[in-house]
Antibody, heavy 119, light 110 residues
Framework: EVQLVESGGGLVQPGGSLRLSCAAS????????FHWVRQAPGKGLEWVAYIDTSGNTIYYADSVKGRFTISRDSAKNSLYLQVTSLRAEDTAVYYCARECGEVYNFDLWGQGTLVTVSS | QSALTQPASVSGSPGQSISISCTGT?????????VSWYQQHPGKAPKLMIY???KRPSGVSNRFSGSKSGNTASLTVSGLQAEDEADYYCCSWAGSRFYVFGFGTKVTVV
């Protein structure tokens, strides 16, 4: 089955860190670029980070630059997001999303993992 | 990143057609033909419904169509069905800002 499955979310105190994971299956992981997109409770979607097929080209939204790190491991068919210096406003469901080929859309999403930043 | 402007809610009766607008700027919607639309049911992941302004992925009903004029894109749902009740988000490639999403529109089938 073609799918993305996120994990690693949880409750963390302000200033804390987490490592989110996204396991891919059913397709050629190395051929696709990936993104993290988040959604605060009751709010809209916000693009967070991008990584290309090689892992050499990476971009971040200004709101997370310097605090979040995206990476990938093709041997494990997995995408990661290291989130540090967390703030209350980082509370959200974090989705990984796939972009395969020379396209500008996200054709496959995971079910999301919830990160709650609270003391 | 500034979000794209969408109406907060749109409603229609079964069988009717509705349209959702998505307004940006010449730096995003107006500058590229890379507008996509996503449907999200409560508690579920978003689903790609339209890409490249007006293209439908395999498996998406032809009741969904997209268009663009200037800095405004639109999603039209024809023959509205109960299962279409969901939140809809537009998204545009924005060059150096990468991707920007709309605030979202809640579609209600009354």
């Amino acid at each position: 089955e073609v799918q993305l499955v996120e994990s690693g979310g949880g409750l963390v105190q302000p200033g804390g860190s987490l490592r989110l994971s996204c396991a891919a299956s059913g397709f050629t992981f190395s051929s696709c670029k990936f993104h993290w997109v988040r959604q605060a409770p009751g709010k809209g979607l916000e693009w967070v980070a991008y990584i290309d097929t090689s892992g050499n080209t990476i971009y971040y939204a200004d709101s997370v630059k310097g605090r979040f790190t995206i990476s990938r491991d093709s041997a494990k068919n997995s995408l990661y997001l290291q989130v540090t210096s967390l703030r209350a406003e980082d509370t959200a469901v974090y989705y990984c999303a796939r972009e395969c080929g020379e396209v500008y859309n996200f054709d496959l999403w995971g079910q999301g993992t919830l990160v709650t930043v609270s003391s | 990143q500034s979000a794209l402007t969408q109406p907060a809610s749109v409603s229609g009766s079964p069988g009717q057609s509705i349209s959702i607008s998505c307004t940006g700027t010449s730096s995003d919607v107006g500058g590229y033909d890379y507008v996509s639309w996503y449907q999200q049911h409560p508690g579920k992941a978003p689903k790609l419904m339209i890409y490249d302004v007006s293209k439908r992925p395999s498996g998406v009903s032809n009741r969904f169509s997209g268009s663009k004029s200037g800095n405004t894109a639109s999603l039209t749902v024809s023959g509205l069905q109960a299962e279409d009740e969901a939140d809809y988000y537009c998204c545009s490639w924005a060059g150096s800002r990468f991707y920007v999403f709309g605030f979202g529109t809640k579609v209600t089938v009354v």
